[in-house]
Structures are given as C-alpha cells and as structure tokens.
C-alpha cells in the first residue's frame, strides 16, 4: 500500500494565524493561505506574509475565500471588510455601495467567460470588463445572503443562499425547483461532480441532485454529524 508523509504549519511556522478559512494555489505554483488576521504566501519553504503590519491597506478582517483572477490578481474575501485584489504587491479595495453590495463577503467563483462572481450577505456581484454588477432578492434571488457559489460547466452559476438554491444564467435568476426540499435550508457549500451532480451542502444536511431527482444524506445514512467544509472529488 501506498505510504504518505504529512507535514503542518502552525504560527511558528511563519502562519500570521492559526485558522485557517481558504487555502489556493496559483497558476506559478505558490500556495496562498487566507487567515483570520491575514494572508500568507508559501513556496514550498517559508511564509510570505500580507497583513496590515506590513501592508497598511490590507483588510482587517478573516479572510474567507480567495480566487485566481485571469490576469493573475488575487482576489481576497472577507468577512468584515468587503473584497480586494491583490497583483504585484499592491492591494485594491473595493467600496460597499459603489461597487459590492456588503462588506460581510463569504464566496468567490469564476464564471466561463473570465468574471468573478461574488457572494455577499447583501446578494451577488458580478465583475466584468472593469465593472461591477448586482444581483440581489429584487431579481429573484430566493435570499441576499448568500453563503456559497459554484460556476458549472454549463455556465450557470449556482448561488446558495440562506433559503436555497438560486441559478442565474444569461442575467436571469431563477429557484431551482429540483432543489426544493432544501428550500428551508442554509447552503453552505455547492459542488459539481464529474457526472454533471450538483452537491448541496447545508448547515445539516448533504445532497446530490441529477437532473430532477435529489438523494439526500445525513448522520442516519453515515454522513459524519459534524459540518461538512469541503468537498473533493478523486
């Protein structure tokens, strides 16, 4: 049988903080760590870290989700102080209100065509050729909170809201009637399986839709009791 190594990194170890809510490895093969009090940077040896010690604009807040941006920005969500990008060493902040709809960030996704999506307490932001848009209950979303966010390979972006699932596809929000037994549920996570399966994690419960049918799984069918963080396919 196969025989693993396993390896951590604490504060000692040059983390600016031990938990840890995001974690990302970019296209030149450095793999970032998003903090509760910061953001850190490994090569594979040591830490780099960003944090307002060093980088007086950085967001003072946890850090909840990063993403790749196509022109190789970082993107940094956080619960607290909105969202920023990161691209050489310089941090740009975007404002509540002008640009994204709350500071309280919790989900970063990237559409097909190279736009992030954002999802935010206040509903969802689409960045797009230097523009922001909005998306909120008022277009049909089934909830402004919005918990989660996952493009498939349609190019529908899937929004997990605190009462549901909603889809948008070409600017249109609509509920997802496939996904309505969850309709009372918090969604905290949405992931795409490689037979086209959508699952739906929620603050109590996972679920696997195809198509019209959704098959459920809790602690009585051998789910784990505790939250589910993540999901993985091998």
Known sequence: ??????ASWQMDSGL???TVRAVLQTRDGHIWVGTSEGLARFNGTAFTVFNRTNTPEFPNSPITALLEAPDGSLW??????????????RITR??????ILSTRVFALALGLDGSIWIGTAGGVNRFKAGRFTRFTEADGLVRN???SLRCARSGELWVGTSLGVSVIKHDAVTHDPGAEELSSYDVRLLFEDGAG???????S??????GGTLARYTSTAGLAPQNVESLLED
Not at 76 to 89: F, H, K, M, Y
Not at 94 to 99: L, N, R
Not at 197 to 203: E, H, L, S
């Open 197 to 203: 399966g959508r699952w739906i994690v929620t603050n």
């Open 16 to 18: 600016p903080q031990h």
């Open 145 to 147: 909170m919005v918990r």
């Open 205 to 210: 419960a996972e679920a696997r839709q195809q």
């Open 94 to 99: 975007y404002s509540v209100g002008t640009d």
């Open 76 to 89: 940094i969500a956080t619960d607290g102080s909105g969202v920023s990008s990161l691209r050489d060493g």
């Open 1 to 6: 049988p196969p025989r693993y190594s396993v």
